[in-house]
């Protein structure tokens, strides 16, 4: 467990080293690009309704695993509600650590704000992103399916793409943040077998 929390700090150190400030924001002006009324409208829409997206997974699998009397999916339910708080406590820790500034505020002349109000508080990583990315990775360990498999992480990177077409985060921030989602789903998933393991274990002894 130590060693998967280390390379996952490692990741987010090589993530902020890959991406310099010259080559992130060159991405992120072509990918922020002028004011387009129907793709900004688009775009925002998917940012707005993540949250309610991510929160429907924890809740869709303890409701499932309630109606159906399937006590797997209800430990998944609580799997997947703990990796998005893990992944919401981790991606707060890194802003207040890296500290780093929206690319809107640091750079108006290149940056183009497509949501109102802009977010202020520090930019890496992107908590929507991670948090997408903890209940893709949740949902698909949950159900190992490609076709549940593929939408998730399609959703997960379109919600790290409206943060940048926003003008909100960095390609550096979104990648981080799927880096926090995917590293958090992972981690509470193994503890949780882990824990299911050792409640198996004492229950019926050898």
Do not use: C
Request: glycine share 10%.
């Amino acid at each position: 467990m130590k060693k998967k929390i280390k390379l996952t700090f490692w990741a987010l150190l090589f993530t902020t080293s890959l991406f310099a400030q010259g080559p992130d924001l060159d991405i992120l002006k072509g990918i922020n690009g002028p004011v387009s009324p129907g793709a900004d409208k688009t775009w925002r829409f998917i940012t707005k309704k993540a949250i309610y997206i991510d929160a429907a997974v924890p809740a869709g699998l303890l409701i499932a695993g309630f109606i159906n009397h399937d006590d797997d999916l209800k430990i998944n339910g609580l799997q997947a509600g703990a990796s998005l708080i893990v992944a919401g406590g981790s991606t707060y820790i890194l802003k207040k650590v890296f500290n780093r500034t929206r690319p809107y505020i640091a750079h108006p002349g290149d940056i183009t704000l497509k949501e109102s109000p802009g977010p202020t508080d520090p930019s890496f990583p992107s908590g929507h992103t991670s948090f997408a990315f903890a209940a893709a990775t949740s949902l698909s360990l949950a159900v190992p399916k490609w076709y549940v498999i593929a939408p998730s992480f399609l959703y997960a990177g379109a919600v790290g793409y409206s943060r940048m077409y926003l003008g909100v985060h960095y390609p550096s921030d979104v990648l981080g943040g799927a880096v926090v989602g995917v590293g958090s789903a992972y981690l509470t998933w193994k503890a949780q077998q882990w824990l299911t393991g050792k409640k198996k274990h004492k229950t019926y002894p050898e």
